[in-house]
């Protein structure tokens, strides 16, 4: 008398030397794909464990950028309300001290305002060195952009106010043909400024004449009186 076999199921068959081995998952589909379409099933069995290494660093990658992305959400959601804070402060020594360390490690966000902030601090406490180097920062950041050219002009401005007025204009210089039309007019002034500052009459005579060329009324006149005058103190 047999033994049963569990309710539901089959008696198990014996293997036996003469029974085909059971086919494995990709001798089914070998059975199954088209001829042509054999040896890229072969690849992939040939290469499976490279093929699931690769599977399973894509969902890695997918994975940390998901991480990522919401680790510099928190970041900057952080950093604008300390930012905030700092900009709360009366002004003073320890708020420029403040601005420098958050915009020394500021994220992409709030980075420009940061740096820019942290010039208009400095200046207003009279400290030209870290103002300029501030706005130089800006300019770097954001070359030939709104912040970046905002911060060219007041990183002259502020070598002129501390009396390097040879390294000014060596940065209106570059900026004069670069910048937008409606502020050419700015750049060539403080040029014009500079130039007479450091006596290089014939670069400020220039610079007055080009902002004449383009300008009538009281502008004209003063810019004719800023040429007569240079003019007459280099024949003196």
């Not at 420098?100 to 400095?122: C, I, K, N, Q, Y």
Request: include cysteine; glycine fraction near 6%.
């Amino acid at each position: 008398m047999s033994k049963p076999s569990p309710q539901g199921l089959p008696p198990l068959k014996k293997i036996t030397a003469n029974t085909p081995a059971p086919l494995g998952i990709l001798d089914e589909l070998q059975a199954e794909v088209p001829a042509e379409a054999a040896p890229l099933l072969r690849f992939i069995a040939r290469n499976a464990s490279v093929v699931m290494a690769l599977l399973g660093l894509i969902v890695v990658v997918i994975v940390g950028i998901g991480v990522w992305q919401w680790y510099a959400s928190e970041r900057d959601e952080t950093a604008q309300t300390n930012f905030a804070r700092i900009l709360l402060q009366p002004q003073g020594s320890p708020r420029v001290d403040a601005l420098e360390r958050f915009a020394a490690t500021a994220p992409d966000s709030v980075r420009l305002a940061a740096w820019m902030e942290f010039g208009l601090a400095a200046l207003a406490e009279k400290d030209s060195d870290k103002a300029s180097a501030a706005f130089a920062r800006v300019a770097v950041l954001d070359k030939n952009g709104p912040f970046g050219t905002v911060a060219a002009i007041s990183e002259a401005q502020t070598l002129m106010q501390g009396g390097k007025t040879a390294e000014a204009l060596t940065i209106l210089e570059q900026m004069e043909h670069t910048v937008p039309e409606h502020m050419r007019v700015q750049v060539r002034g403080l040029i014009a400024l500079n130039a007479q500052l450091a006596g290089k009459t014939e670069q400020a005579v220039k610079a007055y004449e080009d902002l004449l060329a383009g300008s009538f009324g009281e502008d004209a006149d003063y810019y004719r009186f800023c040429i007569q005058r240079i003019s007459t103190t280099a024949l003196n």
